[in-house]
Nanobody, 120 residues
Framework: VQLQASGGGLVQPGGSLRLSCGVS????????MGWYRQAPGKQRELVAT???????NYADSVKGRFTISRDNPKSTVYLQMNSLKPEDTAVYYC???????????????WGQGTQVTVSS
C-alpha cells in the first residue's frame, strides 16, 4: 500500500493550490484521511482530517481558507488551499488509516510529502 501526493509548488501570497493524494495497492477499506505539514525547524502539525463519511476537522490556522474533501471510490483525498500565506510554507504530508485485509487491523500510512512554498 502506498500513498502518492501531488500538487505542491510555488505560489504568491493570496494564491491557491490544490493537493491530491491517492492510495494505491490492495486495501480492504480506507478510514480517516488527512493532511499534515512540517515547516523547517518545526514539528509536524495537523492541517485537516476527514472521516470516511465526510466529516472534516481543521486546524484553527487554516479554517476558512482550506477545504479538505475525498473521493471514496478513488481512495483519494484533496486539499484545496486558498488565500495562502507565507506561514503556510511547509512540506505537506497525506495520511490515511487503512485496513489492508478483512481480518487485519487499521494502520496509519503516510505519503512522501509535497513542498508548498508561498512567497512573492
Amino acid at each position: 500500500v502506498q500513498l502518492q501526493a501531488s500538487g505542491g509548488g510555488l505560489v504568491q501570497p493570496g494564491g491557491s493550490l490544490r493537493l491530491s493524494c491517492g492510495v494505491s495497492g490492495s486495501v480492504f477499506d480506507v478510514n480517516a484521511m488527512g493532511w499534515y505539514r512540517q515547516a523547517p525547524g518545526k514539528q509536524r502539525e495537523l492541517v485537516a482530517t476527514i472521516t470516511a463519511y465526510g466529516t472534516a476537522n481543521y486546524a484553527d490556522s487554516v479554517k476558512g481558507r482550506f477545504t479538505i474533501s475525498r473521493d471514496n471510490p478513488k481512495s483519494t483525498v484533496y486539499l484545496q488551499m486558498n488565500s495562502l500565506k507565507p506561514e503556510d510554507t511547509a512540506v505537506y504530508y497525506c495520511n490515511a488509516d487503512i485496513r489492508e485485509t478483512i481480518v487485519g487491523r487499521t494502520k496509519p500510512f503516510w505519503g512522501q510529502g509535497t513542498q508548498v512554498t508561498v512567497s512573492s
